[in-house]
């Protein structure tokens, strides 16, 4: 049998930072509001010269950097993003050639919004398993800001700009137990950015190229969505709750988070939060938390993680792994 197994994993967030108190002067909301309901404190934002591929670059070299491989080695790029820079090439193209990858591997760009990183991890579990790859590069990363109204107080002090990545190589253990990916088109008007590129582009001016949100039914949606799919990877797994050492989940709101652990029975102190200090990087935030925690020391070697997303469409998943 073969597995994927994390070699190393990298981030990175953009150098310009916007504070909650940067927010009140855009919209009228509160440091107190936000803190309260998401548990957000201040988010990265790209330069205006700074691009989705910038940002999976930087992350990719230090995972890159971490597994100890050469950029050679990586025989497929899978990154999850909503934001890319171009309608084609890919972000996994352009990236393979600025990474100087001339192996002729596959690279392509996949698209759940805040549960991409699952699904691309997903997808890269099942090429590793199959023996179409052995050494993969997976990314999510986004340039959200451009996405957003920034009149629209609902929307705007949610995201923020990021990225991560890990290397997964060939093992004969897992590394990777499982993954569980899972859609429900139905619920598109709930999350969702109205327009795009083959309704025309004058519309990308307008309102509905800006992500929209019925935050408290969305709410509801994940929390539910999210204690169902950890459940369905605890039972695949024949694992426990106590089995888990970490939650590292999206971070999109504490307070979904903390639902999440309760179900799990895990204190809060066992879960990788970083929502603090980046707010809602979307298909970013499970590899930022996950390198977070691997660069801190907090993760080890050996040790078990829950991954879990929710994002728009609705799309959500969840891995279960050893590090
Ligand atoms: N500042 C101050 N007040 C605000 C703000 C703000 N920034 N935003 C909304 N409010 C107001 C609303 O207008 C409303 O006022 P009203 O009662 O006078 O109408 C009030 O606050 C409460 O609004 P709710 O929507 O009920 O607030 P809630 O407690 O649900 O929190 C939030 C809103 C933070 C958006 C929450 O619902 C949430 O986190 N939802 C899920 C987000 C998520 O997980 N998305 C999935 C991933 S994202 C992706 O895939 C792209």
Known sequence: MKYSRILGTGSYL???????????????????????RTGIEQRHIAADDETTL?????????????AGINSNDI???????????????????????????????????IQAVCAGFAYALGVADNFIRGGSASVVLVIGAETFSRILNWKDRNTCVLFGDGAGAVVLGEDDKPG??????????????????????????DVMQQQEAFVQMRGNEVFRMAVTKLREVVEEALKANQMDKSDIDWLVPHQANIRIIQATARKLN????????TVQNHGNTSAASIPLALDTAVRDGRIQRGEKLLLEGFGGGFTWGAALVTY
């Open 14 to 36: 953009p150098e310009k930072v916007l504070h909650n108190t940067d927010m009140e002067k855009l919209v009228d909301t509160s440091d107190e509001w936000i803190r309260e």
């Open 54 to 66: 910038d940002l999976a670059e930087k992350a990719a070299r230090n995972a890159i950097d971490a």
């Open 75 to 109: 025989d497929l790029i899978v990154i999850a993003t909503t934001t890319p820079d171009c309608v084609f090439p890919s972000v996994a193209s352009m990236l393979q050639a600025r990474l100087g990858i001339t192996n002729e591997s596959p690279a392509f760009d």
């Open 176 to 201: 990777i137990h499982s993954t569980h990916l899972h859609a429900d088109g139905r619920y598109k008007d709930l999350l969702h950015v109205p327009n795009g590129v083959s309704r025309g582009y």
């Open 266 to 273: 895990m204190s809060m102190d066992r879960v990788v939060l």
